[in-house]
């Protein structure tokens, strides 16, 4: 009977471990919450949406423990100065192209290492006077396992190609590097914890994973406008600006030539309608022009002019480096 | 990250296209079209779902940054705003599979940022009055009259979804009733400033006469008096913002 009051954990180690969780939990909540804005990608973002609560519901709770545990609640506290420039790090791919990065500091370093520490502390914590933080564990543990699975299935539908792939193990690496300094969360060196088995069990991950963007496909716009576009992003492509000026409303034609002598000046090796939306009877169309030296999103708007689909506006709305 | 971002810096991906308000009332009115979804027809219906999903988008981007943006504020201030990311999240994904119940698709109509602009108040007690009261006091109207068009055409899906997002949205507004008193305790220029800007959103919103006193198959928006009582606005407030719509200048 004497072994089944072991334990490993005084109350003021507990305490302090569980203001290192909430510091982890309430950050990473925070960021999430900043990133939702700035992530194009669906899925991520509605990713990001949902688990912003829950992570706000871990810190919540560690922090109503601490006053169990003779210390003030809603306390967050880092275990070092490398932890905190760890998080720092975490935080700081906010660029449009950067939601490889953000996902993995979430879901492929901080979650992952969080739930190897839950689960140890929940190995270690006694099972006969820790039951309050075990059940909290067991919580946290069973969301963190639920997060993962879903951060997962959104980044593998994200890194589609080698170099995205590369650069995405490599900031991972740089993640597992600085939490090594840190030490882990709890700051004494528990960073190494192997990651528990998680199946990508679709079940679990259903309430989670909303919707991933849908490759481009077919979109739903009437067919003599789908065979204007194509010869339009076609003149686009060879650098045709005298086919291209054909398309132009007359109302646009002085100053679409202008438009599209200075905009695009070089020629395009693919094309994709991206999107289509509708204002009445007019169609505002988003093409995406790539060449070796980067990729032009174009929006332009469509209009019938003497029975036949014309360019009346067009502007660049985002142009990338290669 | 910057506290607060700038506007220009919410992300999409390449289906939504993006435009000025001001811009597409323009093209509707040079092709003889409302202004505003009239919801006569299931077309019309189809664009004010689209509008309402690019708003809950919004609104779960603004207290996303609200979460982030505000870290001194008290503790329960951030768990309702992170209760109100989930609850934004979850509307998003109740509209997009309503558009697709419509036959819709994202990205089928333009989306105005208009909403996103509002929830970047600098100040925390500005952005619950704007947010909370002003917007989700007009999700509140729009939210009402759609469950009585979905009902009225028989349409149980549109009807049950979105009644459950009408729930979700009047205790959003209780939530900024609770922050604007709770924020501004003390400090009554803080107070009247909030307010201010509440007022200034409950104005632009009202959409140069669209938003009304009237039946729901009367007025393109109609003002939801009852569920307005339920999430805490005064009768005195109901009553201010009715004879607000009635002075709006045209949008």
Redesign the interface.
Known sequence: MVQRLAGHFSVEESAKRIRHYRYAE?RM??????????????GA??L???H?????QHA?LW?KRLPELRAPA?VSEPPNDAFVRFMDLV?SP?G?GQTPQRLVGIYGVLKPHLLATYEHHLAHANQVYEPPTRRILQRVIEDERRHIAAGRAILTHLLRDDGARRRAHAWEERLHALLAEAGGVSGDGLSHLAVPEIPPDAADVAGDL??L?KP?GQW?LPPDLEAALATHALSLARGNLAAVAEDLAPEFRSAGEEFYRSALATGFERHAV?????????R?I?L?LESRQGAV?L?SRWAQRDGRWRVVEAEV?RTEPA | ?DRP?AYD???????????RARR?VE??LE?G?PPFPDLASRESIKERVHGIMVGE?QA??????????F?DAP?EF??D???Q??D???H??IY?RLLEHLDG??????ETTIL?RCACAEDAAARVAGVNRGLEGLACDVFNQLVHIARKIGDPILEHAVDFVLADEITHVRMGSKWLNALTEGDPERRKRAIEFQESIDERFNLGGMRREGEHEDVPISIATEARRLAGFTEEEIARLIKTTQRSSVY
């Open positions: 309430e909540m925070r960021v999430m919450g900043g990133w939702i804005a700035l992530t194009p990608e669906l973002k509605l990001f949406g949902r912003v609560w829950d992570c706000a919540d922090g809603q935080e906010e449009f909303v919707e963007e481009v739903p991206v999107g289509a939306a509708k204002i009445g009877s007019h505002q988003k995406r999103v929006l709305v | 990250m971002i810096k919410l992300a999409r991906e390449d289906r939504f296209v993006r435009m597409v093209l509707k092709q079209l988008l779960m981007e603004g207290a996303g940054r609200t979460v982030y943006d870290p503790w951030a768990m705003m992170a209760r990311v989930w934004e999240s979850r998003v994904e997009i698709y994202v990205g089928e109509f333009p996103w």
